[in-house]
């Protein structure tokens, strides 16, 4: 048996290949997978841009020196087992590989998760490594596993991003300005923050987006990139970056002089991404998911938090899965060739922003 992975160049993401390795003798305590389907989103370009600065490229190693694997979110069933708490025909929902199968070890057995404990990701933050049990899982549900996979791990970061944002009382601004507002992330933000009262949520997007983005209903206005101007210089603001696109951020910070706070969150236009130094204004400072998480769950407590979560994600996925009007289409890609395709799609920024791409490296035959 062998393991198939598509993998990338750390330093030229848009070299990619497919790579067959011989699988390896399970050790007792671990168990196998097969990785079914996965999302391929922005998100996902992010962990390949930021995967030296924050560790992505150290969840799945490779042998070879200067190739990663881009982490993505999806399912997986279990097919081997040598741990006594894990069984054959298990579901799970978690961070894999984008290949046909990995190796876990489970560890923090609890109903309705378990933790990967390998230890080359002893220090790697534990949300990551969290592996959801579908059978006690109160969020999964089998007819929708294709919008879980796209959408959960995001809208888990838009309500962490909103949480924070209230938390600190929007830094005293009125306008929150959202760059890539087209991208999953950022309305799934937007839809947190028009439910409060008091602030305006501005979206920038490229002309092509427009008329999405306006059609979504949780933005106050949607702007072009180079309609900047069309709010006022004065505003009160707090940017919020998804893009990652330099020029963009040093252009909201040189116009507005009252901006409050800059915070990058993704970078959806990846050969864009640059620095913040030197930039006018408040210091652009990066908002890391899992803290926010973390600081809450130690506040309110594990269930508390997750109550107040999934209150969020039912809101947001029933307006999603609107059958009338539906923000959101998967779209399948089976075996190695589409999944190859699928990504140099997903990195080059192509496509319709209503289509979410569910992917998989076992040919339809096969699912």
Known sequence: MSTTTLQTRKDALATARLHERADTPLAPGQVRVRIENFALTSNNITYGA??????????FPTAEEGWGVIPVWGFASVVQSLHPGVAVGERLYGYFPMADQAVLQPDRLRPESFSDASPHRAELPRVYNLYNRCSADPIYSADTEDIQALLRPLFTTSWLIDDFLAESDFFGADTLILSSASSKTAYGTAFQLAQRPGVQVIGLTSPGNKAFCESLGC??????YEELEQIAADAACVYVDFAGNADLRRAIHTR??????????????????????DLPGPRATLFFAPAQGLKRTKEWGLEAFQDKLRHGWDSFIAKVTDPAAPWLLPQQHRGPQAVQSAYAQVLGGRGDPRAGHILSLYPASRS
Do not use: C, P
Request: glycine share 16%.
């Open 50 to 59: 930021f995967g030296d600065a924050m560790n992505y490229w150290q969840f």
């Open 219 to 224: 933005y106050h206005r949607v702007l072009g």
């Open 256 to 277: 507005f002089a009252n901006l409050r706070y800059s915070s990058s969150i993704g970078g959806t236009h990846v050969e864009q991404l640059g620095g913040a130094k």
